[in-house]
């Protein structure tokens, strides 16, 4: 019989695994991951750069009924782990600004690579093509069950991921399963992904990128604000300013809208004493040219066909006052209706999973005792910049100690 079984090979199952040995150093410890590899997700974080951590975290940045600052404050910060633990140098990346924290190399393979030297070491069994499908609580342990075979174990710890990137492997299967366990989840939906839109409410846009501000709004309320590049496509608003607003479309669905400022350098009077300005600069051009200094063509064309009363061709000098302030608002306060969150395959992570109230404060299951989770499974998602991957190190940390802890008859150990 196996000691432990980590479901999933991703970031927070190989941290678990790790944790586990570490803290049961003699405990026969197995990982079952569904592809034929661990870690590829963690090939992609970042781009393939690996923002594994930031600088600012607080829980201003996580979202859902577990609290993952928590359990990060419980446990070891990046550079105990990766420098200290597994020998990976540490620094912040080319935009500093944000706080996010990268792999000096620059390259996710130098992390995935240290993680599985370090399993190596340990000892611990990776066992690939290997997804397990069901999951039976038996006296002493557990059953689960793969394609071909049975496993039988004292404890499991779930970090199989939540539905974000299903080409990872993360295809929501293992909630599935837990939810016919008895497990409640919160309401499922993409975080830290794109926003959709009407094609019509962005039509001309699309290729579209300008810096400024975005917040989402609702029945008139500002729920957040961010700061950075919007990206337009001809369905959606993309840029990281929009991913971190993503979360929200879970708890305002049909109910949520974005509202642009996208000229946040000036005061709505000072853009507009600007635009009378450039009305006489260019007064005998025609109407659509009046904001092409400002912005590109087709966003420039995009605001006045909005602004102008009479679509007609006219000049600049023919616009009226009305509609030059009517500019400006559309500048300062663009606002454009959200019918939707993108696509699993577009998500970074996923919003909703197992819920607070169905583990205790060690990540150890109310419901099946030996049982314990951590990472994307569970219902807390982070903004992008390295908070997801953080919440994942943390809490495969915390579940792994524990699972590893109670192997030796400690208060958790329900298995005898």
Request: with cysteine.
């Amino acid at each position: 019989m196996t000691d432990i079984v980590v479901i999933g090979g991703g970031a927070s199952g190989l941290t678990a695994a790790i944790y586990a040995k570490k803290y049961a150093p003699e405990a026969k410890i197995m990982i079952a991951e569904k592809l034929q590899r661990t870690g590829k997700k963690i090939i992609a974080a970042g781009n393939g750069k690996c923002n594994l951590s930031n600088i600012d975290l607080s829980d201003q940045h996580y979202h859902g009924t577990v609290d993952a600052m928590r359990i990060i404050c419980s446990m070891p910060d990046y550079k105990k782990y990766f420098t200290d633990e597994l020998g990976v140098i540490c620094t912040l990346g080319s935009e500093g600004r944000t706080g996010g924290v990268y792999p000096r190399s620059n390259s996710s393979a130098t992390v995935l690579s240290a993680l599985r030297l370090k399993l190596k070491r340990l000892g611990v069994e990776e066992r690939c093509d290997c997804e397990i499908r069901a999951i039976k609580p038996v006296k002493g342990g557990f059953i689960l069950s793969a394609k071909d075979e049975e496993i039988r174990c004292r404890k499991v710890i779930v970090a199989a991921g939540g539905y974000a990137g299903p080409s990872f492997g993360t295809d929501g299967s293992m909630l599935r399963v837990l939810k016919e366990m008895g497990y409640t989840a919160g309401k499922i939906c993409p975080a830290v992904a794109p926003l959709k839109v009407s094609p019509e409410d962005v039509k001309g846009l699309k290729g579209v990128r300008v810096k400024g501000t975005v917040s989402a709004v609702s029945g008139g309320k500002i729920l957040r604000t961010e700061n950075g590049e919007l990206q337009f496509n001809e369905n959606n608003i993309s840029g990281i300013c929009v991913f971190n607003l993503a979360y929200l479309y879970q708890r305002y669905e049909g109910r949520l809208k974005l509202r642009m400022d996208l000229y946040p350098e000036a005061e709505k009077a000072e853009l507009t004493e600007y635009l009378n300005i450039i009305k006489k600069q260019r007064r005998d051009l025609p109407a659509e040219e009046l904001l092409t200094g400002l912005f590109v063509r087709n966003l420039a064309v995009y605001i006045m066909k909005k602004a102008s009363a009479d679509k007609n061709a006219r000049t600049i000098s023919q616009l009226t006052g009305n509609e030059t302030a009517k500019a400006a608002e559309l500048i300062k306060s663009l606002e454009i209706n959200v019918i939707g969150c993108s696509g699993w395959q577009n998500a970074q992570v996923t919003m909703g999973g197992i819920e607070s109230s169905c583990i205790d404060d060690e990540l150890q299951s109310k419901l099946h005792r030996g049982m314990y989770f951590c990472g994307e499974i569970l219902d807390t998602a982070g903004d992008c910049g390295g908070y997801n991957l953080q919440f994942a190190w943390s809490s495969g940390m915390l579940a792994g100690m524990r699972c590893g802890e109670s192997l030796k008859g400690g208060k958790n150990d329900q298995s005898k």
